[in-house]
Every structure is written in C-alpha cells, then in structure tokens.
C-alpha cells in the first residue's frame, strides 16, 4: 500500500495567515491526489483533485500543487471557517490510502 | 443537489452482522461508482471498498482488513449503495461514510460524502 505523510500534524495560525501543508506519497502517484477539509463532527468535504484542479465551489484562496511524491495545500489568507483538519489522499492504486491529516486552529 | 444519505448503523455484538444503506439523490445514480470510508472515533480516515458503474463491470474493490467480511452491492432501480458487514469486530467500530465516485482524469475520486452512519461494535 501507498503510504501518506503530512507535516504538520497540527498548528495554529491567525486569520489572514498565508498557510501551507505539505503531502507525501511513498511512491509516485502522477497528479492522483485529492485534499479534503473536515469539520468535527462532519463528513469530509472534497477542496481539491487532481493535485491541483480546484473542486466546483471552493474559494480560490484554497490551491494546490505537486506531481509524483510531493504535494502542497496552501490557504492564501486563512479565513474562520478554514478551522478544520486537512487530509491528503491517493486514489493512484488501491488501497486509496490518506494522509493522517493536519489540524489548523486558532493562534 | 447531490445527497448520500447513509442508514443502517446502530449497536452490534462481536460476530454479528449488519448491513448499511447509502441512498443517492440528485444525480443519475447508474452512472457512477460508490465507494464506503470509515472512521473510528478520534482517528483519520480509511478506505472500505468500492464498486464500478454497470458501464465498468459493476466490480469491487476491498481494504485487505475487511476483505472476505464485508460485500458491497448496489440496486440502481432504487439508487441505492449497500454495505455488508459480517462476522464484526471491535475495530470495525467507526463512523461509516458513503461516497459517489467520479472519473478525474482516468481515475475514480470522492467527490460527494454522505453524514455517516455509527456502527458501534460492542459486546
């Protein structure tokens, strides 16, 4: 299996932080990678596929970028309800596999 | 607008069996792959399983921690996604998500997530 790291596990920013998180795949994946946001107590929600094609409806704030092993998040100007934990996946080859997720909260 | 809606969870007993339902709506449900994730209390997320459209064989895909227990299928005359879960452990305690698949680029991605459904396995 294709196994997923993120750094950080957890930080704490201010609102209008610029953020960024970084995503890393044991092995190259192409650009098969999606980042998800989830709120506590909520399913996750889809921010980002295809490494860095925005999903219908995110704000552009939210970016990403990366091919084959290392992938970025970036949050431009980090909002209040950007509060959350953020999960990289792989869908290249199964088991899709997930990143064990970042926490952002507030500084 | 698209919604999953998962039904089915509830309290089991080690051994026992229960199966889920994801019901689809706002979307032509036939032609799409569902897939299932869960996550266990405090912990990250994990892939369950998946199947194909019809157009794609309507064939599945399974974690290797649940392959051989748990089946999923798929009625779509009803748009509905199933999960199948024997012979439950401990570990399979985990609030279940359902989710519809979509092609990026040549490969099958989650792109809508129902609330989840609580399976609690407990003696």
């Known amino acids: 299996a294709i196994r997923m790291t993120q750094s950080p596990s957890s930080f704490s920013a201010s609102t209008g932080d610029r953020v960024t998180i970084t995503c890393r795949a044991s092995?190259?994946?192409?650009?098969?990678l999606a980042w998800y946001q989830q709120k506590p107590g909520k399913a996750p929600k889809l921010l980002i596929y295809?490494?860095?094609t925005l999903q219908s409806g995110v704000p552009s704030r939210f970016s990403g970028s990366g091919s084959g092993t290392d992938f970025t998040l970036t949050i431009s100007c980090l909002q209040s309800e950007d509060f959350a934990t953020y999960y990289c996946?792989?869908?290249?080859?199964?088991?899709?596999?997930f990143g064990p997720g970042t926490k952002v909260d507030i500084k | 607008e698209v919604q999953l809606v998962e039904s089915g969870g509830g309290l089991v007993q080690p051994g026992r069996s229960l199966r889920l339902s994801c019901t689809a709506s706002?979307?032509?449900?036939?032609?799409?792959?569902m897939s299932w994730f869960r996550q266990a209390p405090g912990k990250g997320l994990e892939w369950v399983g998946f199947?194909?459209?019809?157009?794609?064989?309507?064939?599945?895909e399974y974690a290797a921690s649940v392959k051989g227990r748990f089946t999923i299928s798929r009625d779509d005359s009803k748009s509905i996604a199933y999960l199948q879960m024997n012979s439950l452990k401990t570990e399979d305690t985990a609030v279940y998500y359902c989710?519809?698949?979509?092609?990026?680029?040549?490969?099958?991605?989650?792109?809508?997530w129902g609330q989840g459904t609580l399976v609690t396995v407990s003696s």
């Open positions: 092995q190259g994946i192409s650009s098969y």
């Open positions: 989710t519809r698949e979509s092609l990026w680029f040549g490969e099958w991605g989650s792109d809508y």
């Open positions: 199947i194909r459209s019809k157009a794609y064989g309507g064939t599945t």
């Open positions: 996946q792989q869908y290249y080859s199964y088991p899709i596999t």
């Open positions: 706002g979307f032509t449900f036939g032609d799409y792959a």
């Open positions: 295809a490494a860095s």
